[in-house]
T-cell receptor, first 111, second 115 residues
Framework: QKEVEQNSGPLSVPEGAIASLNCTYS??????FFWYRQYSGKSPELIMF????GDKEDGRFTAQLNKASQYVSLLIRDSQPSDSATYLC???????????FGKGTLLTVNP | SAVISQKPSRDICQRGTSLTIQCQVD?????MFWYRQQPGQSLTLIAT?????????ESGFVIDKFPISRPNLTFSTLTVSNMSPEDSSIYLC????????????FGPGTRLLVL
């Protein structure tokens, strides 16, 4: 059974700091990796996706992928209180378009 | 991305009744999915809604309980049948837009409370 593991948190960081969110996955055949942000009472919102080993940057967000270690992370630079949310890691296998989601990490950015 | 709407946004229902949730997309999409998110939990895939054929259900979900329709490439419905309090959850539809990237975008969700 495919599994995606995240530290449930809460992860608390001060405003302006770097928040680091981590995710591991069990299926070595996984090809695509996604980070979603979910505010309380709202639906998940796609932040980033990454397919290749290494880093991918988009504004204050950087996704990092290491397929050998089956590990994907999300760094949020200059964290803002508006970044306070649950961050969901999702992993896809190329064969069927399905995503497996982790349970999410609750991030709190303190002013 | 796409504009995805769901109806109703929330509902309170009595046990034993059924509720049909609608998902509408503003463009044609190949893949549509239905998820459930129970309180404090992550997303669990219920089924893939296939246009013109029966939905593909995940383990633990059956057609009699969660019948799904997909009459065209922009619309799908999920029915939660013979509801019990354990069905209280958020139900989300998602779409995969380009047929290649597996990137899914979510609708706003339907918050269901069963009494």
């Amino acid at each position: 059974q495919k599994e995606v593991e995240q530290n449930s948190g809460p992860l608390s960081v001060p405003e302006g700091a770097i928040a680091s969110l981590n995710c591991t996955y069990s299926d070595r055949g996984s090809q695509s990796f996604f980070w979603y942000r979910q505010y309380s009472g709202k639906s998940p919102e796609l932040i980033m996706f990454i397919y290749s080993n290494g880093d991918k940057e988009d504004g204050r967000f950087t996704a990092q992928l290491n397929k050998a270690s089956q590990y994907v992370s999300l760094l949020i630079r200059d964290s803002q209180p508006s970044d306070s949310a649950t961050y969901l890691c999702a992993v896809g296998a190329s064969s069927n378009y399905k995503l497996t989601f982790g349970k999410g990490t609750l991030l709190t950015v303190n002013p | 991305s796409a504009v995805i709407s769901q109806k109703p946004s929330r509902d309170i229902c009595q046990r034993g009744t059924s509720l049909t949730i609608q998902c509408q997309v503003d463009s044609q999409v190949t893949m549509m999915f239905w998820y459930r998110q129970q309180p404090g939990q992550s997303l669990t895939l219920i089924a893939t809604a296939n246009q013109g054929s029966e939905a593909t259900y995940e383990s633990g979900f059956v057609i009699d309980k969660f019948p799904i329709s997909r009459p065209n490439l922009t619309f799908s419905t999920l029915t939660v049948s013979n509801m019990s309090p354990e069905d209280s959850s958020i139900y989300l539809c998602s779409v995969e837009l380009d047929g290649a990237s597996e990137t899914q975008y979510f609708g706003p969700g339907t918050r269901l409370l069963v009494l």
